[in-house]
Every structure is written in structure tokens, then in C-alpha cells.
């Protein structure tokens, strides 16, 4: 008999089931991703705008793998939501998107991050993928290609409001409009929006920085105008991330792009867990333990002595180290060594005979393990080699022994942002609900094998 931290995941059949069996086969950590989550997110994020008819519409962001959930699972379930944008970052993935079938009457792709000269960019102005511009640059690779091609292409134009990244500044957009408007009436650039990016929208409860998001408004309309003089108005614009999409409301204009409410979580803690914006987190990072065993007091836990056990005790291997993902800044001190730092590291699930407890990474986070101070005797508790343990899921947080990726974030000093784009592709990812939200043509887009 081993012990389950988690509930029995709902498998659709038998096939999912041994697909579940067979993941575990092939690795002992896994992630489980609930695609009815994603799906119910982004219909409460389309519902926060006003509904479908309100003339907002949402984008999912699914950049940087579907923030580690899967791309085209994931802007399957944000397009099952009511998301009619996609966005990605990178143009190789917003052709990926295409390339699954996801057809330009289905949705627009909007992709931001290219330099002009090596960039796929007649592929993309020929998959009907709409192109940031943000530097001189990059307008003049995208007009040529355009003209090459003989189609126009669609752009957004990106403003540097004052977050210091992507965009125009204020005083060098004179020099982009010399290029932009004879290149709108030759017919190469077809202009259909404007775009920035919240530096701390973030924040809403520290007048300081929503004074910021202010003044990033009020030059967001400077550029505005600026355009419609130059006579180029631009048809959509968008500045709102999930953040501002759920707390402010005025900065929504014609469209959203919500990334990380999608995944079914807020941008910050400081801003309250899922649960107070009606959000889901939908992935689940669960593991198998290896060697569980007996260790006397005062043995020192993995490499550079940092924790050393304060009684007799045992300890437990979770199979899953940096080298997955796992941030090596989550490792835990030796809270009763007077020699080491003290500090807690990242919380695990960790099912007993009395019921779930929560231990922390104990020592350091090697490369394919970390290890576990069980705080007792293992057999006493119930606890086995074999045994599945959670590192995050969509829990109540770390006080109910349910911890979430935010957990993770305080423990490794980041956000949860990091924690999912990090897990990398060896982890296998297995997908929860996709027949009751997908229909049979989706459903032949994704990989039978990860469903359960
Ligand atoms: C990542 C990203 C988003 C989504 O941000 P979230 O905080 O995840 O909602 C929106 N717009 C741009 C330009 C981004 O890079």
C-alpha cells in the first residue's frame, strides 16, 4: 500500500488511467494540468471585461509554453473560454499555434519579440499573425517583407509608457510616424493597434505605484492622439495584464491580455490568493518518493552540511531537482544549527497514517532530488518508498498542508511565474477534463497519450 497526498485524479477511462500509469513509468515526477480550470478562468476573466458583447475581448497569453503548462492545450482551453486573441512572445511559438490548426478565423495571434533581421517574419505575415513594432528596425524588415510578399501586414504599434522594455519612447515617436504613415498608405502596414506594457499594476493597494499606472495611462493617450493627428488611429488598444484586467477597470479599452489568471493565478500574493478573483489554479506538481529511511540526530542533509537533523529521524527522496525546474534557492536550513542561516524551504505534501502533514525541503536542492526531514519515524508514520507526495496544486495555501506555487515563489525568492516556466519538458505533462471542454476536433490536435 502506498499513500496518496492528493485525491484519486477523475480519469476519463481506462485509457487515461494507463496513460497516468505509464507517466509514472517513464518519470517519477509529473505534472497534472486541469484544462476545465484554465477553461472556467478565462471565462471568469471574459465575464470581469463585461461578457463577449462588451466590446473588450480577451487575449490568452500563452508565451513561454503556456507558462509551462503546454502550449496548444492551453490556448485550447483559453479559446474554449471565450479568449478570441492569442499572444505569445516569441513568433515560433505563434506559428506553432497555426500549425496545430488553429486557423485565422478562429482567432487573432498577436507576437512581440523579434529582431528585424532574422526574424520568420513572411511567415508570419502570411499566417495571418499580427506584429508588434517597436523600433525603427523592426518597421523596416516588416514593410520589406510585407512588400515582398504583396500582403499587408498587421501590426500594433508598442509605446514605452514608461515600464523602460519593448516600444517607442515619447520623444523618439516623431521618427516612427515619419515611417509609419506612408507605409499605412502604400498599404504595407496595415496598423490595427497600439500597445504598452504596466510596470506595477501589480500593486493596487501602494499609492505610489498606482500613481505610476496613472501616468502610464495618461502617456498611453498621448500616443493615442498623436496617432490619430499623424492620421494613423489604431483600431485596438490594449495595456491591461491580468493584474489591471481584475483590478482596473479603465485600463481595459478594446482588449485584454491576461497570462498568468489564465493559469489560475494573481500576479502577486500582496494582491490575495486565487480564490478572492474567482481563479482556479489548474496545475497540479506531484512526485513519487524514492529511498525513505532512518537517520540519527545530527546527520548532515546533503551537499554543504547546511541542515543537519536535530533527533533521530527519517528522511525521504523527492526525485525532482533543479535540473527539473526545482529552484536550488528553495533548498531549507537547518532551523536549530547555529553555524547555518535558518531558513524554510520549499513546502511538500506529504501524506501519513494520521493524515497530510507539510515538510519542507531539507538541505540544499541537488540536481535530480531533493531531500525531505520527515520529523519522525516514517514507518510509525505510514510513510513508503513509492508513496506520491504534492509540491503545489490548486490548494488553500501552506497553513491547510496545501502549499501552491506562490509557496514555492516565497520559498525560492520569486513569483509564481518562474516556478511553472521552469518545470522542464522531461517532467511529463498529463491533462485533466480536455473531452468536457474540447471538442472532438481540438481534442485530435493534442497528444492522446497526455490525456487522463
Ligand atoms: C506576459 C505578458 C502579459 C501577461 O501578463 P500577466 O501578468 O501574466 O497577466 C501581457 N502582456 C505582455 C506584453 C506580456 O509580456
Redesign the pocket.
Known sequence: MTLNALQPWPFSSTLGESNYEAALRRYPGQAIVDLKAMCDNMRHLVEVVGGPKSGTAVMG?V?ADGYGHGLIPSALAALAGGATWL?T?QPREALLLRMAGIDPKRCHILT?MFNGRNAPLPELIASDIDISLGSLDGIEAVAQAARKLGKPARVHIKTDTGFGRNGFTEAGFQAALDRLVPLAKEGVLDIVGQWS?FSVADAPDVPEFVEVTDRQLESFNRFTERMRQAGIEPRIRHIA???ATLSRPETRFELV?????LYGYE?DPAMGTPSKYQLRPAMTLQAQLSTVKGVEAGHGISYGRTYLTDEATSTAIVPLGYADGIHRSASGFDEAGAKHTSKPGGPVRVMTADGPRLMRVSGRVCMDQFILDLHGDAEAMGVREGDTVELFGPGRGEEHCEPTADDWARAADTIS?EIFTCLRIRIPRLYLHAAEVLDAQDMSKLNAKTLL
Do not use: E, Q
Not at 257 to 261: A, D, N, Q, V
Open positions: 497569453v508565451k499572444g512572445a512581440w506594457h495584464n491580468t493584474a491580455r491576461p497570462g498568468i489568471g500576479a511565474y
